[in-house]
């Protein structure tokens, strides 16, 4: 299953070190190459010479031991590496990356690293509830940082309560989990729209909304990564073009109906995050409306609603549509999943701060047909993105 996956495992000083060895063979078991870096702190739990007859591969600790062949090449792996995992993640170790301290070998090349990185912490009840740590987990978790939840039973420390390092075979399912859900779109067409639309009043002005178009880009982006084929309807946004997606720019919600529309009936998946302006000026004046009087009367005519739309025509296809809320989120989201004939929608209220609008990270809640609602923590519009596509994947095919 993890054949040729270059594996990181940074070890820091907690009791539950020894279960990292075992977690250690099971992936060495399962075809990965392993590569283990401890802090000097992990060494009184468990000696390096034991990871090292484990893994198959030396074991890096000290930063300042004289420099080998080795340990350069140990430093290369925090960007060959496939998956970095911090187990057990200590109170320490979580604290240091969560604010920027690089000041051993592990956490220098966590810092270096560009993989994805798994965390799974492991320490006493009060400190891993404590506000403090609390805190660094939920920054980190909005930096892309993956978690497992510690699991509850008794402690080293003689009390009872969560703060277990999880079982080896339950951090080696996640490991493959996060491993593997990368080609999961293989072979699929998917529509997504990004940005909000701008509706004419003259050569100069347009009605326009806050999107910045980084919710609908994100989705797309991931969901290329995850190899599908991605065509990506924006409006005018300012944002870097995700890479493997074609873009189409519009720039009103008509050019963006006829955009979606060419591409749907070859598409298997849809997920329109665009802000789409209700209403349009009626006429666009011609020239420039100059500054004659002291009001001004604009006559705004409904645009087509292209999601509802696309409920109608709907066949094959699953559709996934976005709620932008500012009062009774759950009551309009529902209404929209029902009426737009839709398989899920992302509800946000975007008048909280984290969420919605030009943020880079979100709040939402997912709502199903079948009326289950899934409450989603803030996190980055990335990973946001990666949890709608793991839904999609699952839930949607039910
Ligand atoms: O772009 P960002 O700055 O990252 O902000 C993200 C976001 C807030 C724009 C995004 O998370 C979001 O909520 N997008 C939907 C915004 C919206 O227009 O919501 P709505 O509740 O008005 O529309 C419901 C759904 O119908 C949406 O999927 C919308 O794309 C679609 N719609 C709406 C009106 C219309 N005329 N045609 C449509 O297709």
């Not at 924006?234 to 591409?263: K, N, R, Y």
Request: net charge neutral; proline share 4%.
């Amino acid at each position: 299953m993890l054949k040729g996956k270059n594996i990181v495992v940074g070890v820091a000083g907690g009791i539950s070190a020894y279960k990292v060895v075992d977690v250690v063979s099971r992936l060495k078991k399962q075809g990965a190459n392993i590569y283990v870096i401890m802090t000097k702190a992990a060494t009184n739990f468990v000696t390096p010479l034991t990871f090292r007859e484990i893994s198959g591969h030396p074991v890096v600790v000290d930063m300042w031991a004289e420099a080998t062949n080795w340990n350069v090449e140990h430093i290369a792996l925090a960007s060959r590496a496939d998956l970095f995992l911090l187990a057990p993640a200590t109170g320490n170790i979580i604290g240091k990356i969560a604010n920027g301290i690089a000041d051993d070998m592990l956490s220098t090349t966590v810092m270096a690293t560009t993989a994805p990185i798994l965390m799974v912490p492991a320490m006493n009840t009060n400190m891993y509830l404590n506000t403090i740590v609390q805190q660094n987990i939920s920054k980190l978790t909005q930096l892309d940082y993956y978690f497992m939840d510690p699991d509850c039973g008794k402690l080293a420390c003689g009390t009872e309560g969560v703060g277990r390092l999880p079982e080896p075979e339950a951090i080696v399912e996640k490991v493959i989990e996060i491993l593997k859900t990368n080609h999961d779109f293989t072979g699929k067409k998917i529509l997504i729209t990004a940005g909000g639309t701008q509706e004419a009043i003259d050569p100069v002005r347009y009605i326009g909304n806050r999107s910045s178009g980084k919710m609908g880009y994100a989705l797309a982006e991931v969901a290329a990564h995850r190899g599908a084929k991605v065509t990506l309807i924006s409006g005018p946004t300012h944002l870097v073009s995700p890479p493997g997606v074609t873009i189409e720019f519009v720039q009103s919600a008509s050019q963006m109906q006829d955009a979606v529309l060419a591409h749907f009936a070859e598409s298997d998946i849809v997920i329109k995050a665009a802000a789409v302006a209700d209403y349009r000026p009626q006429s666009m004046s011609e020239h420039k409306i100059k500054k004659t009087g002291e009001t001004l009367h604009l006559i705004l005519e409904k645009n087509p609603d292209i999601l509802l739309q696309l409920g109608h025509l709907k066949k094959h296809q699953i559709l996934v549509g976005f709620a932008a809320e500012t009062q009774d989120l759950l009551v309009h989201a529902q209404d929209k999943l029902t009426r737009k004939n839709l398989d899920m929608i992302v509800a946000n209220d975007v008048t909280i701060p984290g969420a919605g609008f030009n943020t880079d990270t979100n709040i939402a809640k997912l709502l199903y047909r079948d009326g289950r609602i899934e409450e989603l923590p803030q996190m980055s519009k990335k990973r946001l993105a990666e949890v709608i596509l793991d839904k999609i994947h699952i839930e949607c095919r039910k």
